[in-house]
């Protein structure tokens, strides 16, 4: 026995080390094994070229690290139809085993994501092709058509089926609690869930939402094929006898983004809001993209609307006359409050996206920038300061210290007073210094934001 031990320690070696760590399943991460088609027929089912989607986050729909566990060589791969929005999961593995962490209930899980569009079976899923064809047009039916669009034909290279071609887009709204539409809106929650970051499903029961569809169907037909996207809105009592309108969830479907229905269905929203005389209308909680497609459509509708020119004018022709200093000045960069109030009421711009417009279009005024760059700069560092810091950011005492947070970078500043506002000295320069540089960080990406909107906006409005 002894000269065995000595003769073959590596296999006796890996026997120990078994007996320590029996099997041990590092699991696989959701985002690592899933992949989800669109598809808009049978024959995309297995095809080579379908359009695979790209969802913000599988992983946290998987415990807590995101990982399934006890399968080998996972592969999940899950059809979501566009025509009816029924999903099937077609989960591929070697086999399955306890590592220690149990077997992930992948069908729970899924069900999380799809609810009760995912289907059984393979052959359900493909019949609803046909079952289901007109059940767009089935549920649009009863909607009041609000837009209209003839689309030009896109020489993409998305895939065929779901191109959009010459056809008729429009806008159709309807509200969600009735049978139909909170049906669709079922069916439509993977991929809000999916494709819109930090969504949750909205209450269907509730009579103050409204969904407003971007359908689009051929040009020599009269009736709806293709859903192209989709927005839902809240409208709140506003004292004493309007309301306002909030977008919670605006998506329009991968293969039809970055062709104009986002912006299209942000214009009919604003020409919904101006004929019912809403208060105004706001985003909840917009993506960065989101955001700058709605700062390129409000500073065009800024740009011409007549009663704030001269205070636009104002402000650029003292920006272009005087040198800002880092230093408090009194003349006032803000618009006016008639302006804001002008704004609000006319154009349904609530005043915290009119003072983001505000500052593309001191911008655009200024053109060329290039010898006003360094005041204009002063400018935008001197709002964030207020932003970030409140009006009276240059009083001594006050301090921003930084604080994690997942969804905005201008809000990762706190202020605080320190008693007796006295800070010691070495601390407040290494503070400050590192505010500084962080401060400059913002206003850079800031100022790519502003370049980027209006290049955009003077390339319309030319
Ligand atoms: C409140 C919330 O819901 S936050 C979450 C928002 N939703 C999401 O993030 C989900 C995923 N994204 C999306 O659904 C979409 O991309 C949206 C809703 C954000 C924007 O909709 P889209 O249809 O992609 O935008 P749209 O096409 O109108 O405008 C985008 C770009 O296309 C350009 N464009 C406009 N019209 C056309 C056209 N006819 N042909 C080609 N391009 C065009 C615009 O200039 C713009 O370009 P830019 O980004 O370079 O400025």
């Known amino acids: 026995m002894v000269g065995k031990q000595a003769a073959d320690p590596i296999t006796d070696n890996k026997k120990r080390r078994r007996v320590g760590f029996p099997n041990l399943d590092d699991g696989v991460e959701a985002n690592e094994c899933i992949k989800i088609f669109l598809v808009g027929g ?22 807590d690290d995101g990982k399934i566990y006890g399968y080998k060589d996972l ?3 899950i059809w979501l139809s566009s025509i009816s929005f029924h999903a099937y999961a077609d989960i591929a593995f070697l086999n399955t085993s306890d590592g220690g962490k149990g077997i992930t209930d992948l069908k729970s899980a899924l069900q999380r994501i799809f609810g009760e569009s995912l289907l059984e079976k393979k052959d359900d899923f ?12 089935s549920v649009v039916v009863n909607g009041e058509v609000l837009h209209y669009e003839a689309s030009k034909e896109h020489n993409d290279n998305s895939n065929s089926h779901l191109k959009v071609e010459a056809c008729a887009v429009e806008v159709i709204r309807m509200a969600v609690n009735s049978m139909p539409v909170g049906q669709l809106y079922s069916r439509l929650v993977p991929l809000v869930l999916l494709l819109v970051d930090g969504s949750s499903p909205i209450d269907i029961t509730d009579p103050g939402w409204e969904i407003y569809l971007v359908a689009q169907r051929k040009a020599d037909e009269q009736e709806y094929s293709t859903l192209l996207g989709f927005a839902t809105v809240y409208r709140f009592y506003h004292y004493p006898d309007s309301s306002r309108l909030r977008i919670s969830q605006i998506l329009v479907l991968p293969p039809y983004q970055g062709q104009g229905h986002g912006r299209h269905l942000l ?10 005389k809403v208060y105004d209308v706001t985003v909840e909680e917009p993506s960065d993209y989101l955001q700058h497609v709605r700062t390129c459509i409000d500073t065009l509708r800024l740009l011409v609307f007549d009663p704030i020119q001269p205070a636009i004018h104002s402000v650029v022709s003292h920006m272009k006359q005087v040198k800002l200093s880092k230093k408090t000045c009194s003349f006032q960069f803000e618009p006016p409050a008639s302006a804001v109030e002008d704004v609000r009421r006319s154009l349904k711009i609530n005043k915290k996206q009119f003072l983001q417009c505000w ?13 006003h760059r360094e005041n204009y700069v002063t400018f935008i560092s001197d709002r964030m ?10 009083t001594a005492g006050k301090q921003v210290i930084e604080v994690p947070n997942d969804y905005d970078h201008e809000m990762t500043f706190v202020m605080f007073r320190t008693p007796g506002g006295e800070v010691g000295s070495i ?4 503070n400050q210094a590192s505010q500084e540089e962080q401060l400059c960080q913002l206003v850079d990406e800031r100022m790519k934001e502003i370049t980027l909107i209006a290049q955009k906006a003077s390339l319309h409005h030319a």
């Open 42 to 63: 049978k024959e995309e089912v297995d095809a080579a070229d379908s359009f695979c989607l790209d969802p913000v986050d599988l992983n946290r729909f998987f415990g």
């Open 75 to 77: 592969k999940i791969t």
């Open 126 to 137: 493909l019949q609803t092709f046909s079952t289901e064809s007109q059940y767009i047009r």
């Open 267 to 276: 214009e009919t929203l604003y020409s919904v809001a101006i004929s019912e």
């Open 359 to 371: 500052e593309v279009l001191i911008y655009i005024g200024l053109d060329p920038i290039d010898q």
């Open 385 to 394: 300061k207020v932003d970030i810091l409140g009006k009276d950011s240059g």
């Open 427 to 430: 601390e407040m320069d290494k």
